[in-house]
């Protein structure tokens, strides 16, 4: 279960479909983002893609000499530009594929449209959602609930891109979903609802264990995306902000112009793909290593060039020299600038107090120690806010709670009123009323044991002691004994067996952390395969 794969397999059987010829892909705002962040421009190029254009575009030129490649969403605005295009086609001939199921009134009023007989083929290929890694998907939607009801544009859109992962990946799953939530009990309702009424496309080979989509809440475990995180992706995101693998360094102070937004993919950079979950310390040390081997490997100054042999040899190592010298020279600026960020806001010290939020039972301790950095200067607004909701989330019932002594801090401090008003509103979204886990005290044996044991052992990590509560719900769910009461099972049958291929879709968004929670997951249990996906990637400013 690859979703990169997927979406690449399906990017190259739409360029192979259209035959050889100079050819032109025309996409839509978020087809773009969708093929972006699974291929490079140059991939593409060396399949004789050499045009991309926006169907909604007003100003395109008549290129008769090219194919036409469209991938669309099935929008009715997208299905308007079409009819509009082949009014009056600009291109030769057309391959027309869309993101997700298009109905068949739809494709026969493009039939009508299509009077000089340019079309030469429309299909749909499922790659509606952004593959983030290949076991991490995101549909990059935000603000999915009003209250704590579905948003009814946003219910629809997260439906299609959930079954177009499904149809994608080639399963048709038995759903289970959290009880306490009723958005995850409307969105596996209308998935259930997709599969029925589209059975034929659902048709897929049985497996002796069904596959398993279990939809999960955000405001069950809203301390996870409150954390800093050490690891190099989940950094970057956090601090930087990675928008279908880009990131805008237009602000670092000295940035190079070709440096002001660099592309971080791990499909396409080597360095970046071995050091996606490693932690900060490896990853300065990695850094030292490839400068070393970028020293060793530049071509030096006072080479001589005396034969042609010497210059051929030159040439042939340029491309891979510069390639090279790109990616040295990319890393070194974006760990270079969140090494200023570390030490420019205390994040070492504020991480600290945030893992013994989330993970130790100290009131008296915790509360001194948020306290004492709220009166440091030199800590950001957000990281100052960011503890607040922490303490609120973690201490809310507790008999010594001061958190209205916290948030006359925070108003010392000189954080702004909107930032202020946004403890309270964390609670609301993810306080002990509303969620329907045992988030923060475990109250049966075994995990109280458990909670015991880490005490006693004392971390190796005081920055990443923290395990999200999808680690736990995972682990439940694998041995088979994830409670129906909490997580019940749409519709009458259940699994007897464990599950072996299970898609997880969180409502709200997931983190970084957690796809590295599912990695690790994949790595160390065989035989299990899990894919993450949510609404957006969060980091703190999300």
């Given at each position: 279960?690859?979703v990169?794969?997927a979406v690449?397999?399906?990017?190259?059987k739409?360029?192979?479909?259209?035959g050889?010829?100079?050819?032109?892909?025309?996409?839509?705002?978020?087809?773009?983002?969708?093929?972006s962040?699974?291929?490079?421009q140059?991939?593409?190029?060396q399949?004789?893609?050499?045009?991309?254009?926006r169907?909604?575009?007003?100003?395109r030129?008549?290129?008769?000499?090219?194919?036409?490649?469209?991938?669309?969403?099935p929008?009715k605005?997208?299905?308007e530009?079409?009819?509009?295009?082949?009014?009056r086609?600009?291109?030769?001939?057309?391959?027309?594929?869309?993101?997700?199921?298009?109905?068949?009134?739809?494709?026969?009023?493009?039939?009508?449209?299509?009077?000089q007989?340019v079309?030469?083929?429309?299909?749909?290929?499922?790659?509606?959602f952004i593959?983030?890694?290949p076991?991490?998907?995101?549909?990059n939607?935000?603000?999915?609930?009003?209250g704590?009801?579905?948003?009814?544009?946003?219910?629809?859109?997260?439906?299609q891109g959930?079954?177009?992962?499904?149809?994608?990946l080639?399963?048709?799953?038995?759903?289970?979903y959290q009880l306490?939530?009723d958005?995850?009990?409307?969105l596996?309702?209308?998935?259930?609802?997709?599969?029925?009424?589209e059975?034929e496309?659902?048709?897929f080979?049985k497996?002796?264990?069904?596959?398993l989509?279990?939809?999960?809440?955000r405001?069950d475990?809203a301390?996870?995306?409150?954390?800093?995180?050490?690891?190099?992706?989940?950094?970057?995101?956090?601090?930087?902000?990675?928008?279908?693998?880009?990131?805008d360094?237009?602000?670092?102070?000295?940035i190079?112009?070709?440096?002001?937004?660099?592309?971080?993919?791990?499909?396409?950079?080597?360095?970046?793909?071995?050091?996606l979950?490693?932690?900060?310390?490896?990853?300065?040390t990695?850094?030292?290593?490839?400068?070393?081997d970028?020293?060793k490997?530049?071509?030096?100054?006072?080479?001589k060039?005396?034969s042609?042999?010497?210059?051929?040899a030159f040439?042939?190592n340029?491309?891979?020299?510069?390639k090279?010298?790109?990616?040295v020279s990319?890393?070194?600026?974006?760990?270079?600038?969140?090494?200023?960020l570390v030490?420019?806001r205390?994040?070492?010290?504020?991480?600290?107090?945030?893992?013994?939020?989330?993970?130790?039972?100290?009131?008296?301790?915790?509360?001194?120690n948020?306290?004492?950095?709220l009166?440091n200067s030199?800590v950001?607004?957000v990281?100052?806010?960011?503890?607040?909701m922490?303490?609120a989330l973690?201490?809310?019932?507790?008999?010594?709670?001061?958190?209205p002594?916290?948030?006359?801090?925070?108003?010392?401090?000189?954080?702004?009123?909107?930032?202020?008003?946004?403890?309270?509103?964390?609670?609301?979204?993810?306080g002990?009323?509303?969620?329907?886990?045992d988030?923060?005290?475990p109250?049966?044996?075994?995990?109280?044991t458990?909670?015991?044991?880490?005490?006693?052992?004392?971390?190796?990590?005081v920055?990443?002691q923290?395990?999200?509560?999808?680690?736990?719900?995972?682990?439940?769910?694998?041995?088979g004994?994830?409670?129906?009461?909490?997580y019940?099972?749409l519709?009458?049958?259940s699994?007897?067996?464990?599950?072996q291929?299970?898609?997880?879709?969180?409502?709200?968004?997931?983190?970084?952390?957690?796809?590295?929670t599912v990695?690790?997951?994949?790595?160390?249990?065989?035989?299990?395969r899990?894919v993450?996906?949510?609404?957006?990637?969060?980091?703190?400013?999300?």
């Open positions: 279960m690859n990169t794969l690449k397999q399906y990017v190259s739409m360029i192979e479909s259209s050889p010829g100079m050819k032109v892909l025309l996409m839509d705002k978020e087809t773009t983002s969708i093929v962040v699974v291929y490079t140059s991939e593409i190029l399949k004789e893609v050499y045009l991309f254009e169907i909604d575009s007003q100003n030129d008549n290129m008769k000499h090219l194919k036409a490649i469209c991938f669309l969403r929008t605005e997208n299905v530009h079409l009819i509009q295009e082949l009014h086609p600009k291109y030769s001939i057309y391959f027309i594929f869309f993101s997700n199921v298009i109905s068949k009134s739809e494709v026969k009023t493009l039939a009508e449209a299509d009077e007989e079309v030469a083929e429309v299909q749909e290929f499922y790659g509606d593959a983030v890694n076991h991490l998907f995101s549909l939607l935000v603000g999915c609930a009003r704590r009801s579905w948003e009814p544009s946003l219910l629809s859109r997260t439906t959930l079954t177009s992962v499904l149809l994608a080639k399963k048709c799953p038995m759903i289970r306490s939530s958005m995850a009990k409307r596996g309702e209308s998935v259930k609802q997709i599969i029925t009424k059975y496309l659902f048709d080979r497996t002796e264990v069904p596959p989509l279990l939809i999960l809440d405001s475990d301390i996870t995306p409150l954390l800093n995180q050490w690891t190099y992706q989940a950094m970057v995101h956090e601090l930087l902000g990675l928008n279908n693998n880009r990131i360094l237009s602000r670092v102070p000295g190079s112009k070709e440096l002001s937004e660099v592309v971080l993919s791990a499909e396409s950079d080597e360095f970046y793909a071995n050091n979950y490693l932690n900060f310390g490896e990853i300065g990695n850094i030292k290593n490839l400068m070393e970028f020293q490997k530049k071509p030096k100054g006072q080479q060039l005396e042609i042999a010497d210059m051929k040439v042939d340029y491309p891979q020299f510069k090279m010298s790109g990616t990319k890393h070194v600026t974006v760990v270079g600038e969140l090494s200023r030490s420019e205390h994040l070492m010290e504020v991480s600290e107090v945030e893992q013994e939020l989330a993970c130790q039972n100290d009131h008296s301790s915790a509360h001194q948020v306290r004492r950095l009166q030199r950001s607004e990281d100052a806010v960011r503890l607040v922490l303490y973690r201490y809310e019932r507790h008999s010594s709670n001061n958190l002594g916290l948030m006359e801090d925070l108003n010392r401090k000189g954080v702004s009123e909107r930032h202020r008003r946004m403890v309270q509103s964390m609670v609301e979204y993810g002990k009323r509303v969620r329907g886990s988030l923060i005290t109250t049966d044996a075994v995990a109280i458990k909670q015991f044991f880490k005490g006693l052992k004392g971390v190796e990590n920055y990443t923290h395990q999200p509560l999808l680690q736990e719900t995972l682990d439940q769910l694998i041995k004994r994830l409670k129906d009461s909490q019940p099972y519709g009458a049958s699994l007897r067996d464990r599950p291929d299970i898609i997880v879709f969180v409502i709200g968004g997931a983190t970084y952390e957690e796809a590295l990695y690790n997951l994949n790595r160390t249990t065989p035989g299990v899990i993450l996906g949510g609404t957006t990637v969060h980091n703190t400013k999300r």
